[in-house]
């Protein structure tokens, strides 16, 4: 299963892209950021719509992992960034994806072990468990932890309904 997970910003948008094959293994397919800043708001909506379509056109993942907004410095931050998450999610829906949300807490605890990890950790956890040369970007990294925390949540998720839980 290829996941793109998504972490969204009015400035940047981070993503990152895994494999995740039967046994749980995970393989980095590739990450990056859609650096949109110095641009008026409504161009960098724009963008990130443009932008992802384009990444998910380049490598079609099967499925997608955003993070949920929770909080913000500001009422006028908060609405950006939902706009900007906005706007990712369209291009994700419009690529005909399933979509599953996942807060920050969620998203840390299943790629790093602590719900409360700062950035260092979360770049640090996701180069080991990706075998990267380097600790990729925040952004990036947030993409991709959130990308595992799906993967994570979906062999759960399977194990369950092969044992008839579900």
Same mark, same amino acid.
């Given at each position: ?9 009015s ?16 393989? &980095? ?11 008026p708001? %409504? ?13 998910l ?14 909080? *913000? ?14 706007? $990712? %999610?369209? *291009?994700?829906l419009? $690529? ?20 409360h990890?700062?950035?260092?950790q979360?770049?640090?956890m ?18 991709? *932890?959130?990308?595992i925390? &799906?993967a &994570?949540?979906?062999?759960?998720q399977?194990?369950w309904?092969?044992?008839? &839980?579900v």
């Open positions: 299963m290829r996941i793109i997970g998504i972490d969204p910003g400035l940047r948008t981070g993503y990152g892209i895994i494999e995740s094959d039967a046994r749980g293994e995970l393989r &980095h397919v590739a990450h990056g950021c859609l650096n949109v800043a110095g641009r708001f %409504l161009e960098r909506i724009g963008a990130i719509y443009r932008d992802l379509a384009q990444v056109a380049e490598h079609r993942p099967d499925t997608a992992a955003i993070e949920q907004v929770f909080m *913000a410095r500001n009422a006028d931050s908060a609405l950006k960034l939902g706009q900007a998450r906005g706007a $990712a %999610l369209v *291009a994700l419009e $690529a005909g994806l399933p979509v599953e949300e996942y807060t920050a807490l969620q998203i840390k605890k299943a790629s790093v072990g602590a719900g990890a700062d950035k260092a979360v770049q640090s996701v180069r080991w468990l990706l075998h990267l040369d380097e600790n990729p970007q925040a952004d990036a990294a947030d993409a991709l *932890a959130c990308a925390c &799906h &994570h949540h979906a062999r759960t399977q194990r309904q092969a044992a008839g &839980h």
